[in-house]
């Protein structure tokens, strides 16, 4: 009922940048909060980088001061500005939401949290 499609992975050499972005499409009626996940060869899934909806923001350790995200609740789309890339923050980056949204053919109001498929991010050194 609702779809996260990422977007803007790819593969850069250390310090360059990428700019990820997660689409939410379906009977949105608001996103609590978006958070960025990143899931590296042999290691589990970690936080990156969270915002809530008054737009507080949230890092990891690793990527502070490096990582930016943002929202546009208008567009249902959040954001992860990645720079000064290094070879340590390859991997699969995920986005995840917490959605506020209509069940089809329902006057049902659920939330729930959805997952996005993954973009691949290749730091080459």
């Known amino acids: 009922q609702v779809q996260l499609v990422e977007s803007g992975g790819g593969l850069v050499r250390a310090g360059g940048s990428l700019r990820l972005s997660c689409a939410a499409s379906g009977s949105i009626i608001n996103i609590n909060t978006i958070g960025w996940y990143r899931q590296s060869a042999g290691k589990e899934r970690e936080l990156v980088a969270s915002?809530?909806?008054?737009?507080?923001?949230n890092y990891s350790d690793s990527v502070k001061g490096r990582f930016a995200i943002s929202r546009d609740s208008a567009k249902n789309t959040g954001y992860l500005q990645m720079n000064g890339l290094k070879a340590e923050d390859t991997g699969v980056y995920y986005c995840?939401?917490?959605?506020?949204?209509?069940?089809?053919?329902?006057?049902?109001?659920?939330?729930?949290?959805?997952w996005g498929q993954g973009t691949q991010v290749t730091i080459s050194s």
């Open positions: 915002i809530n909806l008054p737009g507080f923001t």
């Open positions: 995840n939401a917490e959605v506020v949204h209509r069940i089809t053919s329902s006057f049902r109001i659920e939330t729930a949290n959805y």
